[in-house]
């Protein structure tokens, strides 16, 4: 299990275990998360499921690839550690991962 903490809309946090393999994305649509509705259902084909990455772990999920660049486009307010949480997968590497959904979501 890899443990994702998401900073919500609202600023509280909520700390969930996740599957290798599976999305951020995933993991937050079936837990309920505020503000990542995933329209596209992962197939990064919009950008409604944005989060800001914590800086701390930016370098370890890696930046976007060049079809993800230009749905970030479509993305309320981006900031350079702007991801689709739909492109990052779990890992080991990613347990303790931080990310924070903008309130432009919410």
Sequence with gaps: ???VTFVEP????RTLD???GFSVM???????VTGIDADCGGACACA?????????????VGAP???EKDMLEFAGKPRETSRLSC???????LDGLK????????
């Design 87 to 93: 492109q990052i997968r779990l890992t080991a590497a």
């Design 48 to 60: 409604t499921c944005h989060v800001y990455v914590d800086p701390d772990w930016f370098d370890t």
């Design 18 to 20: 996740g599957d290798t």
């Design 99 to 106: 990310v924070t959904v903008p309130e432009s979501q919410s």
């Design 10 to 13: 609202d600023g509280s946090e």
């Design 65 to 67: 690839g060049d079809m």
């Design 1 to 3: 299990m890899v443990k």
């Design 26 to 32: 995933e993991l937050a649509v079936r837990n309920g």
